[in-house]
């Protein structure tokens, strides 16, 4: 959950997200990418982000990754937290989002989208909450409903999973299940 609360109405519109979609550099990593010699690209995802991933999808939520880029990094995580939804090589956002949720039987409103650049600027004006991370350029988070407090690639997915979990009501639940004693 991010320190500084959120306001009642904007946790009222969290509450009834079904789908978060995620732009990939500078969300689900930090941006930066590596390029081998060989000509081969690496990026780092955060575990936080992944197992708030994966509680999302335990509560019925869908998860979409629509990343402007195309990595067989990304495949992978996506393989690897059972996303379904993988968009990639992606140049013009909004309409694959509308796509997306019109599949899934979602108004937009019904949806949340984090990025962080130019290409996810109508996504995040367009969502039912639009999301941002502070590593953005300051104009595109003045167009986000919510900026979390970690960066992209730092936790600011979890952070995003959490407050979700919350608004929907299924925080307390979730710890719950994980203070059980399995044995």
């Given at each position: 959950m991010p320190d500084t609360p959120l306001s009642p109405?904007?946790?009222?519109?969290m509450a009834r997200i079904r789908l978060l979609a995620l732009d990939v550099d500078g969300v689900l990593s930090d941006g930066r990418l590596y390029f081998q010699s060989d000509g081969s690209e690496t990026k780092a995802f955060h575990t936080l982000d992944g197992q708030g991933i994966k509680m999302l999808q335990e509560v019925g939520v869908r998860v979409a990754l629509i990343t402007g880029r195309d990595s067989s990094m990304v495949t992978e995580r996506a393989t690897a937290l059972g996303i379904a939804h993988l968009h990639q090589g992606i140049k013009h956002k909004l309409p694959v989002l509308r796509r997306l949720s019109h599949e899934l039987g979602l108004e937009l409103d019904e949806v949340a989208y984090c990025g962080d650049d130019l290409p996810d600027l109508a996504p995040i004006h367009h969502a039912g909450v639009g999301i941002s991370v502070?590593?953005?350029?300051?104009?595109?988070a003045a167009h986000a409903d919510w900026v979390t407090e970690r960066p992209g690639?730092?936790?600011?997915?979890?952070?995003?999973?959490d407050a979700l979990l919350q608004a929907r009501g299924d925080w307390e639940a979730m710890l719950a299940r994980h203070l059980k004693d399995p044995g």
């Open positions: 109405s904007l946790l009222e519109r502070p590593n953005a350029p300051p104009y595109i690639g730092h936790g600011a997915v979890r952070e995003i999973c």
